[in-house]
C-alpha cells in the first residue's frame, strides 16, 4: 500500500508545514489565466536568460503557441484524463480562455465518499494550495484536515504518501490520488 | 501642391482649387485603389486627394480597434459599406490575456447604425461580440450581405440564429475558430425557405448537430453557393449529398472523413467528388480513414490549398494523395507525417509558396516522432517557390536553416517554433543566433518573424541590421539583455508589430523605443524586466500612446508583468476592466 512510510503517520497539516492562517483558495474553475505565469517567471528572474532544460514538461500557459480549436483537435486522441477535459471545455460559456491545455486532470477519491472527485493539478505550484483545495473540496475544515492524509499512484502503480518528493518530481509521476484517515 | 492654376469650367466656384482634375474624376480614380496601404499615401498626397479618397472609400480596415474611436472613423469616411476590425493583442489567442479585457463591437455598431445604414460587411478578428451585437447587427443593417468572424468570443448559436433569421441578403458567414457557447444547431434552420443569396458558409468551428435536412436545401437552392465547410457532424454520406447538390463548389471543407461505408457508398462519394472540377480548397477530413482518401483524387487536380491540420496522416498516406495535387500552392498538415512526408512534400509540389506543419501531440514530452530539421530542409530543397512557413518542431540546427534559407531566399514571412523553450542546436549545442542570422540575411523580403530556441542578443543585432522590411516581430524565451531589444527597435524601420513573452527585456529597452511606437501598432510584453514606473514614464513622455498594464495576481507591486502599448487618436480606453491599469 503505503510503501516504507507507514510508521510516519503524520496529519494533512503537519505533512505539509501549513500555515496556521487559511491560505486563499485559487479558483480552479473560473479565471483560468489568473496563476499562469508563475512556473515560468522563474526562468526569467536574472537580467540574462539561462536555458534551462524544462524537466518538467511543458507547465508553460500559451506554450507552444497554438490556438485554442487547434489545442482540442490535437488532444482528441489523449486518455481519459483530457478527453473530460475537453468535454468540459467545450461544454463552457463565452470560452475565450477556455481550456487550459495543460491541465492534468487526476482523480481524487476521499475514504468514505461514494463519488470520486478530480482536481487540475496544473493549477497548483505546491503541497499547500493543493491540500488547501482538496480540504475545501471535500467540505472539510482546517481542523478536521489534521486526521487526513494524502497519497498518490506514481506511474509504476505504486502508493506513496503525497509531501515526501519535491513538487515538481510529485506532479510528472502522479495519477490518482486518496485521502486516506489517519490511524484508520 | 501644383502652384499653377489650371483655367476652372465655368460652373466651377472653385478658383483657387490646385488639382487639375475636377472632384467627380478623381473620385472616380481613387475608387479604383484597393489596398488599404494605398489609400493612405493616396490621402497624404495634398488635401484635395485626401478629400477625394476619403469620399470614395468604402472599405475601412482598422488594425487596432481601440486605435480610433467609431466617430472618428465615420466622420472622415462618410461611405463605408464594409469594415474590417481586429481587437486583442494577438497573445490572446494563447490564454495571455483574461476574459472580457474588453474589444467589444457594440459600440462600433451603434454608431455605424447611423452613420452607415447600409452597411454590408463585417469582418471581426479578436473581437468580443455578443449574442445582443448580432441581433442588433442582424435587424438594423436591411443591406447587411457578409459577416466574418475569426478568433472571437461572447456570442452562442443563439446570435447566429438571429443572423440567419433576419438578414435577407447575405452571401457571407464565415464562423472560423471561435470561443462560442454552442447550443445547439437549430440556428441553420433559420434561414428562410426563400433564401437563395448564400455564397460562403462555413461553420466548420461548431460542434453541435445541424439539421441535415436544413442544411441539404439550404445548399441545394443556393445557386451561388462556392464556400461551403462543414462541422465534424455531418457524416460522408451526406457529404455526398451536399456535393450532388453542389458541384460548382471551389472551397469544400468536409465534415468527419471516417464513416464506415458501403462500396457502394465509396462509388458515389467519388463520384460526387469527381464531379467538383471547380475545387481549389479543401480542408476538414477530421479523423481521415487513409482507406477512404482516394475518394478524393479525382478533385485535386486544380487544388491550390489543401488544408490536412486535422487530419493525422502518415507519410505514406500524405505522399499518395500529394500525388494528386501538382497545383498545389498551399499545405497544412499534422507532423503526424514526419520528415519522409515532408520529403514527399518537396517532390510533388513544386509550385509550393506556403507551408504550415502543426504539432499533434504539443504537450507532450516523450514523443519521438514529429518533424524534425530534416524535412524542412527536404522541402526547401522541392519547392522553391516557398515564401511561408509555420514550423514546429522538437530540434533544429543553424546549418539547416542556413541551407533552407539558400534554397528559398523569398521568404516573407518565416515562423519557427522550437517547441521545447530555449532549445539550442541539437547538435552543436550553440545558440539558434546563426540560424535566424542567416534568416535575415538572405531574405531580404522578410515582412514577418517568430523566433524560437536558444538565443542571445547575437540574433536581435542581426535582425535589427538585416531585417528592413520587417514588420512584425515575434519573441519568447529569448535574448540575453536590454541591448537586444534595443537593436530591433533602432534597426527595424519598417516594424510595426512587436510582441515579446518571457524575455530577460527591461525598463531600458522599453524606454529606448520612444519614438518608435508612434510609428508602429502595437509592443506586447510580458513576463520580462518592465516595471510600473518605467511604464509610466513612457505613459507621461508619449501622449499620444496607450499604456496599458495587467498585473498577474501574485505578483510585486512594481512588476509590470503583461504591457500593452498602442499608438491612438481616440485617447485612453473608456471601456476598461478592472484589470487593466491605463496609465
Not at chain 2, 465655368?10 to 489596398?35: A, I
Request: charged share 25%.
Amino acid at each position: 500500500m503505503i510503501s516504507g512510510r507507514s510508521n510516519k503517520k503524520r496529519g494533512f497539516i503537519e505533512a505539509f508545514e501549513l500555515p496556521p492562517q487559511t491560505l486563499p483558495l485559487l479558483l480552479w474553475n473560473d479565471h483560468p489565466n489568473d496563476d499562469d505565469d508563475d512556473d515560468d517567471r522563474k526562468g526569467v528572474e536574472n537580467s540574462s536568460f539561462i536555458a534551462k532544460k524544462n524537466d518538467d514538461g511543458y507547465c508553460i500557459v500559451g506554450w507552444p503557441p497554438i490556438k485554442f480549436r487547434r489545442k482540442k483537435i490535437c488532444s482528441h486522441n489523449r486518455d481519459d484524463n483530457d478527453r473530460t477535459v475537453l468535454h468540459n471545455g467545450s461544454a463552457r460559456a463565452g470560452v475565450g480562455g477556455g481550456v487550459n491545455p495543460n491541465s492534468k486532470y487526476v482523480k481524487v477519491k476521499m475514504v468514505g465518499v461514494g463519488i470520486a472527485r478530480k482536481i487540475d493539478l496544473s493549477r497548483h505550484h505546491s503541497y499547500q494550495t493543493l491540500t488547501n483545495t482538496l480540504i475545501n473540496m471535500f467540505g472539510k475544515c482546517q481542523q478536521d484536515a489534521q486526521s487526513f492524509k494524502l497519497a498518490y499512484q506514481d506511474r509504476e502503480g505504486d502508493w506513496l504518501l503525497a509531501g515526501d518528493v519535491p513538487w515538481r518530481t510529485f506532479i510528472q509521476s502522479v495519477e490518482r490520488l486518496k485521502i486516506l484517515r489517519i490511524g484508520g | 501642391m501644383d502652384s499653377k492654376r489650371k483655367k476652372d469650367s465655368p460652373e466651377s466656384n472653385e478658383l483657387t482649387r490646385s488639382s487639375p482634375f475636377p472632384d467627380e474624376v478623381l473620385e472616380r480614380v481613387l475608387g479604383l485603389v484597393k489596398s488599404h496601404k494605398d489609400r493612405s499615401s493616396v490621402s497624404l498626397v495634398c488635401k484635395d486627394w485626401y478629400n477625394a479618397e476619403r469620399w470614395s472609400r468604402t472599405h475601412v480596415f482598422i488594425g487596432n480597434c481601440y486605435s480610433v474611436s467609431p466617430e472618428i472613423v465615420a466622420r472622415r469616411f462618410p461611405n463605408i459599406r464594409s469594415v474590417t476590425l481586429k481587437g486583442k493583442p494577438r497573445f490572446s489567442d494563447f490564454n495571455l490575456v483574461p476574459l472580457n479585457w474588453g474589444a467589444d463591437i457594440h459600440a462600433w455598431l451603434v454608431v455605424f447604425a447611423s452613420k452607415y445604414p447600409l452597411l454590408e460587411e463585417l469582418r471581426l478578428k479578436r473581437m468580443t461580440v455578443t449574442d445582443e451585437s448580432l441581433e442588433f447587427l442582424a435587424t438594423t443593417f436591411t443591406n447587411f450581405k457578409a459577416l466574418s468572424l475569426l478568433s472571437c468570443d461572447g456570442f452562442s448559436t443563439d446570435g447566429l440564429a438571429a443572423i440567419a433569421t433576419h438578414c435577407k441578403n447575405m452571401t457571407e458567414l464565415d464562423i472560423q475558430e471561435n470561443g462560442i457557447d454552442d447550443l445547439g444547431g437549430g440556428w441553420l434552420s433559420c434561414f428562410p425557405e426563400n433564401f437563395t443569396s448564400l455564397e460562403v458558409l462555413n461553420f466548420a468551428n461548431l460542434s453541435s448537430d445541424v439539421s441535415f435536412d436544413a442544411l441539404e436545401k439550404l445548399v441545394s437552392r443556393c445557386r451561388s453557393l462556392k464556400f461551403l465547410k462543414v462541422n465534424k457532424n455531418i457524416t460522408l454520406e451526406q457529404l455526398q449529398r451536399l456535393l450532388e447538390c453542389a458541384p460548382q463548389l471551389t472551397e469544400l471543407g468536409t465534415g468527419s472523413f471516417h464513416q464506415e461505408l458501403t462500396t457502394r457508398q465509396y462509388a458515389e462519394l467519388e463520384s460526387a467528388f469527381n464531379n467538383c472540377k471547380n475545387l481549389n480548397t479543401l480542408s476538414g477530413l477530421c479523423e481521415a480513414t487513409p482507406l477512404y482518401l482516394p475518394v478524393l483524387y479525382p478533385a485535386c487536380m486544380n487544388l491550390t490549398f489543401l488544408n490536412l491540420s486535422d487530419a493525422a496522416l502518415q507519410s505514406g498516406e500524405l505522399a499518395k494523395l500529394l500525388d494528386h495535387c501538382p497545383n498545389l500552392q498551399r499545405l497544412w498538415v499534422l507532423d503526424t507525417v514526419e520528415d519522409k512526408g515532408l520529403e514527399a512534400v518537396g517532390l510533388s509540389c513544386p509550385l509550393l509558396e506556403e507551408l504550415r506543419v502543426f504539432p499533434a501531440d504539443p504537450y507532450e514530452q516523450d514523443v519521438v516522432h514529429g518533424v524534425t530539421e530534416m524535412g524542412f530542409v527536404a522541402v526547401s530543397y522541392g519547392c522553391p517557390r516557398l515564401h511561408y512557413v509555420l514550423y514546429f518542431c522538437r530540434q533544429m540546427t543553424n546549418a539547416a536553416v542556413a541551407t533552407i534559407v539558400k534554397n528559398c531566399p523569398d521568404f516573407t514571412h518565416f515562423r519557427l517554433c522550437v517547441m521545447n523553450p530555449g532549445e539550442p542546436d541539437y547538435l552543436t549545442d550553440e545558440p539558434m543566433d546563426e540560424a535566424f542570422g542567416a534568416v535575415v540575411k538572405n531574405c531580404t523580403k522578410l515582412q514577418r518573424l517568430a523566433v524560437s530556441g536558444l538565443l542571445t542578443d547575437l540574433t536581435f543585432e542581426y535582425i535589427g541590421k538585416y531585417a528592413k522590411n520587417l514588420e512584425t516581430l515575434s519573441v519568447a524565451f529569448a535574448g540575453s539583455s536590454d541591448w537586444g531589444m534595443q537593436c530591433v527597435l533602432s534597426g527595424c524601420s519598417k516594424l510595426r508589430k512587436l510582441e515579446i513573452r518571457d524575455c530577460p527585456f527591461g525598463n531600458e529597452a522599453l524606454l529606448s523605443g520612444l519614438e518608435k511606437y508612434e510609428s508602429m501598432r502595437s509592443l506586447w510584453m510580458s513576463a520580462c524586466n518592465v516595471t510600473m514606473n518605467a511604464c509610466r514614464r513612457l505613459a507621461k513622455q508619449m501622449p499620444r500612446l496607450n499604456v496599458e498594464v495587467m498585473k498577474d495576481e501574485e505578483s510585486d507591486d512594481s512588476q509590470a508583468d503583461k504591457v500593452y502599448v498602442y499608438r491612438s487618436v481616440a485617447g485612453p480606453r473608456r471601456d476598461a476592466p478592472p484589470f487593466v491599469l491605463t496609465l
